[in-house]
């Protein structure tokens, strides 16, 4: 199937000479980085974790939501989305690699990645996320090329499929849970010290991966002549309605907790990211646009008449996908490290080389997506006879 | 002296036998006494080492001079960068040390004044706990929160574990750091730089305690005032730590996170 | 053949590729082996910590060995097979005697194309001449 990759429009081809020419860039930056050091990037020795991070944790969230839509295909029967399951499983595929190449380009000493393996610590969360995210990666692999490859050959996938299916289901939540053990359990940050931070990452990704998956849909429709489906579409955008929904909720609940009790170790943090903390502010426009953008998203999403129109559907998703990016992709990490355990504020914000090399890393992630969905897509095209 | 004169001569003993100050090969022990020798060093094995900050014998000229010589002897560079800074041992004010528990009307000695911070070598330390590749773990033999440099891969998740910011991190090459800010680095010879991308933090002067020599700073501040650091095995109750934190009030930073600091603060 | 020009530049890049590793080598080949010297100190204790017919091939494993007993089993005593007490330092023990690191180590190192890390911390003895 690989050789539907290799055959496409001038666009395909403009599209992924583009992402390479990005990725290069980023590769570029990497290696001045893996020589000269993190020094190069914004962080220091309170805010510890930055951009890099904040992707792997966002992405985390993205590459979970492939249950959203193979949950209700194989558990609830529902058929209509035996059509896309493959986009949600390739673009898993796309989002963990992208997980773990932002887990490597953050690493002092990257060369010696291999240690997480050679010395296993179950009682690291590192160690069991570097197992379910593994694992994750290898599952959506296996399951996602061979029903495609039995989709194309008209004939139902291996027996041997069918269990692994079952257990990516389980799976995906374990994924974004580890991942949100990273943070709940340590003591010093009262920022993410709550039960409520698991909860929290799982409805962000159940909005933010499917919302993702969903505009992914309509370029699809638009580049090929694959057409993932109206109903589907549909029951997606409602997926992602009710997802946003607890979202903002579980977030509403955070705030409460920190103001009502009026504790200075709760509240701090979300001072430091809506009002700004003895002067520093960057953070602040960036959390009141997230905050703006959520409330259109679930405007448009919730009212039944735009969320059906098809370009207000995409609106909505798209002010979900930013929403959640700024929440997670920059106000998550940096606020948690901001005031720091001296209850000091230190500034952070990301240098330009640690920017191209996040791009180059998103970049490599939609070259991933960009040529799996390429099969997919060129694949259900043949079946249908084109 | 920081600690007690059983104690003092049970090390200064060792210290003799062993006086290994890296040289070269040279008869000391009788056959017997080598076995016994090759084990851990004596002294170390089932201690629980504590430290006991004497906040009403402490002042800056100490805190400073301590501050020198750790950084000294352990070849930690002043990097150009405020923002990446390592440290091993630093001063906090007294708010800052103690976040939560202070308040507006404190005591105008301690209002705003310097403390001596390390690492507390907890008892239940949160970052060995999340070390990926048990690069940072507590020692067994003494409760020693160590490093090994040779199996860090620089994820810093221990510095976010770690509620007490003892941390600090090479985001560059230590020896690439201002050669104004380090004339002839490195300082001292007989112990080892870091490589970029590691984490780094105060090892109770591991080094030292295998040669049955009490930890840098504690000997530098009682040349300057005695008392003012007291050094010890807490499961000891004659110990001279033990001693001093039952005749004194002390307190921990942040006990309520359960990590048990076994660094003590006397006010 | 179809396509012939493709195929033969492709072999050739492929061959190139594949002589990698002899790269670094090129125009070297006549390069003497390489003679270790001794400082006066080295000779005057006559002996390594262990005998040199176990030291040449297995001196890498013995500070393999010493770096995780002295980190982290802290055990930093090493018992030679000859009952000689010694710190188990690379930089204080071994770099004692042989202090001339570039006219000792760097010989056979650089010969046989090795760079050991252990110099990005341990600091290397200065060397005078």
């Known amino acids: 199937m690989l050789e539907k990759a290799i055959r496409g429009s001038q666009t395909y081809w403009g599209w992924l000479i583009f992402l390479l020419l990005v990725i290069g860039v980023g590769a570029g930056n990497f290696i001045y980085q893996f020589f000269e050091g993190l020094k190069i990037t914004g962080m220091g020795r309170d805010v510890s974790w930055g951009l890099y991070i904040a992707q792997f944790t966002y992405l985390v969230g993205v590459a979970a939501s492939g249950v959203m839509v193979v949950l209700p295909y194989y558990i609830h029967n529902y058929k209509a989305f035996g059509r896309i399951t493959i986009l949600g499983e390739f673009m898993a595929i796309a989002a963990v690699t992208m997980c773990i190449l932002f887990l490597w380009v953050d690493l002092g000493q990257p060369m010696r990645v291999i240690n997480v393996m050679l010395y296993p610590q179950p009682n690291s969360i590192i160690f069991w996320d570097m197992v379910v995210l593994t694992g994750y990666l290898i599952l959506n692999v296996l399951i996602g090329w061979n029903v495609l490859s039995a989709e194309r050959k008209g004939i139902h996938y291996p027996k041997w499929v069918t269990p692994l299916i079952y257990l990516s289901i389980p799976w995906a939540f374990s994924i974004h849970t580890v991942t949100a053990f990273l943070y709940q359990g340590l003591p010093g940050r009262h920022f993410w010290l709550t039960a409520i931070m698991a909860a929290r990452f799982l409805s962000s990704a159940f909005c933010s991966g499917p919302a993702l998956l969903l505009i ?125 355990v001296f209850e000091r504020v230190t500034d952070y914000w990301p240098t330009v080389p640690e920017v191209l090399i996040t791009l180059g890393v998103w970049a490599t992630g939609f070259f991933i997506l960009t040529v799996l969905f390429k099969i997919a897509s060129s694949v259900k095209e043949e079946v249908a006879g084109y | ?87 091993w041992i630093w001063k906090e004010t007294y708010e800052h040390t103690f976040p939560g528990q202070h308040h507006e009307y404190a005591a105008e000695k301690y209002h705003g004044r310097n403390f001596l911070l390390l690492c507390n070598h907890c008892t239940n330390p949160p970052c060995c706990r999340v070390c990926p590749t048990a690069a940072t773990w507590k020692r067994e033999e003494d409760g020693v929160v160590m490093m090994d440099q040779h199996r860090c891969i620089g994820c810093r998740f221990c510095m976010a574990a770690c509620p007490f910011g003892a941390r600090s991190f090479n985001y560059g090459d230590p020896r690439k750091a201002p050669a104004d800010l380090n004339p002839n680095f490195p300082p001292d010879m007989t112990y080892p730089t870091r490589v970029r991308g590691v984490v780094e933090k105060c090892n109770l002067c591991a080094e030292r305690l295998a040669k049955g020599q009490i930890p840098a700073c504690v000997e530098e501040a009682n040349k300057i005032k005695e008392g003012a650091l007291t050094f010890g095995d807490l499961a000891d109750p004659e110990s001279q730590v033990r001693t001093v934190l039952r005749e004194h009030y002390s307190i921990q930073r942040k006990p309520e996170l359960g990590t048990g600091p076994n660094v003590y603060y006397i006010i | 053949m179809y396509d012939g020009w493709k195929i033969i530049v492709g072999i050739v890049i492929g061959v190139l590729v594949l002589l990698y590793p002899f790269w670094p080598s090129a125009g070297k080949w006549d390069a003497k082996t390489p003679v270790p010297e001794l400082t006066a100190k080295a000779k005057e204790a006559k002996e390594c910590v262990e005998p040199k017919s176990y030291m040449r091939p297995q001196h890498m494993k013995l500070l393999d060995e010493w770096r995780r007993e002295a980190v982290r089993d802290a055990n930093r005593i090493y018992k030679s097979s000859a009952g000689k007490i010694y710190d188990k330092s690379l930089q204080n023990t071994c770099m004692e005697c042989h202090s001339n690191k570039s006219k000792f180590c760097d010989q056979c190192h650089n010969y046989t194309g090795i760079a050991p890390f252990c110099w990005d911390c341990h600091i290397q003895p200065k060397e005078t001449t």
């Not at chain 1, 259109?296 to 909505?316: C, F, H, Y």
Request: proline letters at 4%.
């Open chain 1, 216 to 340: 992914i849909c309509f370029l699809v429709r638009r580049f090929t002549r694959f057409d993932p489906g109206k109903e589907q579409m549909r029951t997606l955008a409602s997926i992602v309605t009710y997802a946003m929904i607890l979202n903002v909720f579980f977030f509403l609940l955070e705030l409460f907790t920190a103001f009502y009790s009026q504790i200075p170790g709760h509240m701090v943090h979300f001072q430091f990211l809506f009002s700004g903390l003895e002067g520093h502010g960057r953070l602040v426009p960036w959390m009141w646009a997230a905050a703006v953008f959520a409330v259109l998203a679930l405007i448009l999403l919730i009212n039944p008449s735009t969320r059906r129109k098809e370009d207000t559907m995409i609106v909505g998703c798209a002010a979900v996908v930013i929403a959640t990016w700024i929440d997670k992709g920059m106000g998550l990490v940096i606020g948690g490290f901001t005031p720091n």
């Open chain 2, 1 to 87: 002296m920081g600690m007690d004169r059983r104690e003092f001569l049970r090390i200064a003993g060792y210290s003799a036998l062993l006086g290994l100050g890296g040289k070269a090969a040279f008869e000391l022990l009788a056959p017997g006494q080598i076995d016994a020798a090759v084990e851990s060093v004596p002294l170390t094995v089932g201690k629980k080492w504590g430290m006991a900050v004497d906040m009403t014998k402490m002042d800056e000229q100490i805190m400073d001079k301590v501050i020198e010589v750790c950084h000294r002897i352990h070849n930690v560079p002043k990097v150009a960068n405020p923002k990446q800074e390592i440290k």
